[in-house]
């Protein structure tokens, strides 16, 4: 612009933009503006129609609605235009994903694998606190920024900002889940614990449900614990507390027959309860166990019996196990597990409840939502006096 008007070291402009401006319509339109506003602003416009009289005497000048469809568009181009923050999101998740799926590559159905199987669940949840971490100052530079320019000047409302804060989130981190999910769910090969094709697509889809919704989740929840704070690490403190707390609680590391009864309110509160449960038991039921050979337990059978006749009522009565050679006589080698089912209920894990536990964990995103909103208007909003008329 300055070389263009002359006023930078070097040019020169070829027309004066003084006389330009003088003679251009847009000036003329300028001047019959201002007369038009000089008239009917200062003796009152009698026309008004009810319409304008409520949006002259609102707060703001649009509406609610509008203001959240305005700031959610200025939101995603400012993710878009500025994009450290979903670099780091992403490139945290494909390399953490990775590096467990890869870790538990092509888990097998012996006894180990299961469990393998089952801390790769648990390591997936492990991410909480470093994506949560990544978005606190995010967040808390974009509220700082809202209340010290747009609220004071009345822009727009702190509800249009929290509403767009939560819109603009949620499709990021769908992505981040579906991410994460194909990267993950293929390499530990949860696929091929599927006894039916039908199972395949049903599991397979369930499980990108849950590993979208844990994403939402830690965005939900980083949303609620930065809303009332001013400083981002005392809702990153916060965090990490609960966090613990849901983990130690969730039933994989103390099962909820072995905790103390004071405790078992964690279990029952605990949103990683039913993500785990529900996740876990997807992934992994309704298929077999092969024991791999160090995993037998060895037991000589009586002179004259064979494996099944001495072992073949506890097996009954026990309902699971199997015998590698049912009719040997010399040494009996018995796999206390023969299916995942079983396994599953040793850590209280149902496949029957798959579907509820997902709907659970989804109820917990919107609580935390709503918290979130709450929190915001409790600590952030400044409240009107009693007294003020």
């Known amino acids: 612009m300055l070389?263009?008007?002359g006023a930078a070291p070097g040019s020169h402009a070829n027309q004066d933009y003084h006389e330009v401006w003088l003679k251009s319509e847009e000036r003329t339109k300028v001047i019959e503006e201002l007369n038009h506003m000089e008239q009917t602003l200062s003796t009152g416009n009698n026309n008004t129609d009810a319409s304008d009289e409520k949006e002259a005497h609102s707060e703001f000048a649009t509406s609610i609605s509008y203001q959240c469809y305005l700031v959610t568009v200025r939101l995603f181009q400012q993710y878009w235009r500025t994009p450290s923050y979903l670099y780091s999101k992403f490139f945290l998740t494909i390399y953490s994903e990775l590096f467990i799926g890869f870790t538990f590559f092509k888990a097998d159905h012996s006894l180990q694998g299961l469990q393998n199987q089952m801390l790769s669940v648990f390591m997936f949840t492990v991410l909480f606190n470093p994506v949560l971490q990544q978005y606190l100052p995010t967040y808390t530079r974009q509220r700082d920024l809202y209340e010290a320019r747009e609220r004071p000047s009345r822009t727009f409302s702190w509800k249009a900002f929290i509403i767009s804060q939560i819109i603009v989130e949620v499709p990021w981190n769908i992505l981040a889940g579906t991410v994460a999910y194909f990267i993950y769910y293929y390499p530990v090969a949860f696929y091929r614990n599927a006894p039916t094709s039908q199972q395949l697509h049903e599991r397979g889809a369930l499980f990108w449900l849950f590993a979208t919704a844990f994403y939402t989740y830690i965005g939900s929840f980083a949303l609620m614990v930065a809303a009332p704070f001013e400083v981002a690490g005392n809702g990153g403190n916060l965090a990490s507390?609960?966090?613990?707390?849901?983990?130690?609680?969730?039933?994989?590391?103390?099962?909820?027959?072995?905790?103390?009864?004071?405790?078992i309110f964690m279990y029952r509160v605990s949103p990683l309860t039913y993500f785990i449960d529900g996740a876990l038991s997807t992934a992994v039921a309704n298929t077999y166990v092969k024991c791999s050979p160090y995993e037998y337990v060895k037991m000589i059978p009586p002179v004259g019996k064979t494996c099944q006749e001495y072992l073949g009522t506890y097996l009954t009565n026990a309902g699971t196990g199997y015998l590698l050679d049912p009719n040997a006589t010399d040494t009996c080698s018995l796999c206390t597990v023969s299916d995942t089912n079983t396994f599953l209920s040793s850590v209280s894990s149902h496949y029957s409840k798959r579907w509820r536990n997902w709907g659970i964990f989804i109820c917990y995103i919107a609580i935390n939502y709503i918290f979130a909103v709450f929190l915001y208007w409790l600590c952030r909003v400044p409240k009107k006096s009693r007294m003020a008329k």
């Open 3 to 5: 070389e263009v008007v």
């Open 241 to 263: 507390l609960f966090f613990t707390m849901a983990l130690s609680f969730c039933g994989t590391m103390v099962t909820p027959e072995l905790m103390p009864r004071f405790w």
